[in-house]
């Protein structure tokens, strides 16, 4: 029988992501602290006009998704025949629940993987392309876009904030068992968590990391995280990686 029973795990999703997941570890009984390193604000934007021509719409995570869809719907309406694409599978998932359809890049997803798909997709030497992001973003996806020759355009729908700010003697009280895992789903969020911890970091280092993406799991364990799963999904995939380690751990016992 899985369980989580006795478990303390550590969530560092943004506030409005991390629902899932705290629920699902309380659900099989474990004990859910909430430890975000970004907090993600919405922006109020105007909505992308109707009358603006685009060949493709890149939306660079599920948030953008999110606080970025309804931007977009009348222009959608207007020109169904624009090509929707997602960073990754999951962003993917999400479009699909909002009605749209999407491609996406296998595996692990990211800029480089989707400007290769779009390639067989689209000629970008002559395509406008929107990307709907976040303020700030590494642009890094635009960039690839524009060596290709692409117009480029962002949208950007949401703004993430770093919290750095000491760790409270709240969750430290809840911690004080111990930490039996903790989630991240960014590179941002884990180096602010970890300067969150400044002076504690060793509660981190010596618990096991679950993560989205390697190169989250890389810049973990150059901070000194001696064990990083890498999980397909911050949902299910996620919540089923927590619980197969548990439950190997009490095989071995």
């Given at each position: 029988?899985?369980?989580?029973?006795?478990?303390?795990?550590l969530i560092?999703r943004?506030?409005?992501?991390?629902?899932?997941?705290?629920?699902?570890v309380?659900a099989?009984?474990?004990?859910?602290?909430?430890?975000?390193?970004?907090?993600?604000?919405?922006?109020?934007?105007?909505?992308?006009?109707?009358?603006?021509?685009?060949?493709?719409?890149?939306?660079?995570?599920?948030?953008?998704?999110?606080?970025?869809?309804?931007?977009?719907?009348?222009?959608?309406?207007?020109?169904?025949?624009?090509?929707?694409?997602?960073?990754?599978?999951?962003?993917?998932?999400?479009?699909?629940?909002?009605?749209?359809?999407?491609?996406?890049?296998?595996g692990?997803?990211?800029?480089?993987?989707?400007?290769?798909?779009?390639?067989?997709?689209?000629?970008?030497?002559?395509?406008?392309?929107?990307?709907?992001?976040?303020?700030?973003?590494?642009?890094?996806?635009?960039?690839?876009?524009?060596?290709?020759?692409?117009?480029?355009?962002?949208?950007?729908?949401?703004?993430?904030?770093?919290?750095?700010?000491?760790?409270?003697?709240?969750?430290l009280?809840?911690?004080?068992?111990?930490?039996?895992?903790?989630?991240?789903?960014?590179?941002?969020?884990?180096?602010?968590?970890?300067?969150?911890f400044?002076?504690?970091?060793?509660?981190?280092?010596?618990?096991?990391?679950?993560?989205?993406?390697?190169?989250?799991?890389?810049?973990?364990?150059?901070?000194g995280?001696?064990?990083?799963?890498?999980?397909?999904?911050a949902?299910?995939?996620?919540?089923?990686?927590?619980?197969?380690?548990?439950?190997?751990l009490?095989?071995?016992?």
């Amino acid at each position: 029988m899985r369980s989580l029973a006795e478990k303390t795990i550590l969530i560092g999703r943004p506030r409005f992501q991390s629902e899932y997941l705290v629920k699902q570890v309380e659900a099989l009984a474990g004990q859910a602290v909430l430890c975000p390193g970004l907090d993600i604000q919405e922006l109020v934007v105007d909505p992308v006009s109707p009358s603006d021509a685009y060949d493709a719409i890149i939306f660079v995570s599920p948030t953008s998704v999110e606080m970025g869809w309804r931007n977009v719907s009348e222009l959608l309406k207007a020109q169904p025949g624009i090509q929707l694409a997602a960073v990754g599978l999951s962003t993917a998932e999400k479009i699909k629940a909002k009605g749209g359809l999407a491609f996406a890049p296998e595996g692990q997803g990211g800029g480089a993987s989707l400007v290769k798909k779009l390639q067989g997709e689209l000629n970008l030497s002559s395509s406008t392309v929107l990307v709907v992001s976040a303020e700030g973003g590494s642009e890094g996806l635009e960039q690839l876009l524009g060596c290709e020759g692409s117009v480029v355009k962002t949208h950007a729908c949401y703004r993430r904030s770093d919290i750095q700010d000491p760790i409270g003697a709240g969750i430290l009280a809840q911690l004080e068992m111990g930490l039996d895992g903790w989630i991240v789903t960014s590179r941002k969020s884990l180096a602010n968590i970890f300067a969150q911890f400044q002076g504690q970091e060793a509660l981190l280092t010596a618990a096991p990391l679950f993560v989205n993406h390697s190169t989250i799991a890389e810049k973990a364990m150059a901070l000194g995280v001696t064990t990083v799963f890498v999980c397909q999904d911050a949902g299910e995939a996620m919540v089923h990686s927590l619980e197969d380690w548990f439950q190997s751990l009490g095989l071995e016992q």
